[in-house]
């Protein structure tokens, strides 16, 4: 991922609190984290301003959503809003604070899910759910790790997942870990599916002879999906896979006769939430932490 070479503007303030990564006076959090949750101080009386943290993080995502995170500089957000960037820098503190705050106001839009679902079936859609926004915004897989401090739409996501754990008997740590296993898959699986998909657009782009720059809409569906890393994994293994160097896969796919009536769907991203979900509800069970009502009927 490239990185921001925009200059600091030359009368940056020197305070300590308008430093990313430093602690404001008196032991007060650091003003990222600050602006993050809303704690800033309060707005002087006088007009709105027309240039705020808001507007500045949407244009930073509407750019990341059009261009891919790499577009993303202070500058470009700068011709974007109509600002020089100077102004930005009274709002934001630079680069590495705006991905802070991108990384939290992608998980702005909470997934509608019941309820009274029960623990399985609210951690499976919450899970799907952030798949999904994964797949819809894939730049967010480019963000670093030290953007990802949780924000309040970041910890509204972990709240809910706990509304499905309510029931469940596990002590709050281990229901964290549960919870950060399944966001663990969502990376995995979302980072699979979306590079997949790039190596797909950039084959068919190549040999239709179109420009790199060519929107995913406007290819070929069927070109797309023959040309996916892993179309006809299965088949290339039982065909390739010799006795000698590879015994048990061939052992294996020398019986395989092909998708059966009760296989998996081609539904790749709930099997794997099945898959892991399935391994959670065992521990589970073993800790006795199940609900009574809960009979273990999936069917």
């Given amino acids: 991922m490239s990185i921001d070479t925009t200059p600091e503007p030359a009368g940056q303030p020197q305070d300590p609190a308008e430093q990313p990564g430093d602690g404001g006076a008196d032991g007060e959090p650091p003003a990222t984290l600050q602006r993050l949750w809303g704690a800033t101080a309060p707005r002087r009386r006088g007009p709105k301003p027309a240039l705020s943290v808001e507007r ?25 809003v109509g600002y020089t960037p100077m102004a930005l820098y009274r709002h934001v503190a630079g680069k590495e604070e705006l991905l802070v705050l991108m990384s939290d106001a992608v998980a702005a839009d909470l997934p509608d899910i019941p ?19 994964g797949l819809t915004r894939p730049w ?12 309040p739409n970041r910890v509204r996501w972990l709240d809910q997942a706990f509304g499905f754990l309510r029931e469940v008997d ?60 892993y179309a006809d994994f299965e088949a290339m293994l039982g065909r390739f896979a010799s ?50 009502d809960d009979s273990g009927d999936r069917s």
Avoid: C, N
């Avoid at 002590?171 to 797909?200: C, I, M, N, Y």
């Avoid at 709930?270 to 073993?286: K, P, Q, S, T």
């Fill in 115 to 133: 309820t009274d679902v029960g623990w399985r079936a609210g951690l499976e859609a919450w899970t799907r759910a952030q798949i999904e926004m």
């Fill in 243 to 292: 006795p000698a160097t590879y015994p048990h896969l061939f052992e294996a796919f020398a019986a395989w006769e092909g998708t059966t009536a009760d296989a998996p769907s081609d539904d790749d991203i709930g099997f794997g939430i099945m898959i892991v979900l399935d391994g959670v509800e065992a521990y589970l069970r073993r800790r006795g932490a199940l609900p009574a």
């Fill in 56 to 80: 500045i993080v949407q244009a930073a995502m509407e750019l990341a959503d059009a261009e891919g995170l790499a577009a993303v500089s202070m500058a470009r957000i700068a011709e974007a």
């Fill in 140 to 151: 967010f897989l480019e963000l670093p790790l030290s953007a990802a401090i949780p924000g």
């Fill in 170 to 229: 596990l002590p709050a740590d281990e229901k964290l870990a549960v919870v950060g296993l399944l966001a663990q898959h969502v990376l995995g699986e979302t980072r699979v599916h979306v590079e997949s998909r790039r190596a797909a657009a950039q084959q068919v782009r190549r040999e239709a002879g179109l420009p790199d720059g060519t929107p995913e809409s406007e290819l070929d569906p069927a070109a797309l999906a023959a040309a996916d890393p």
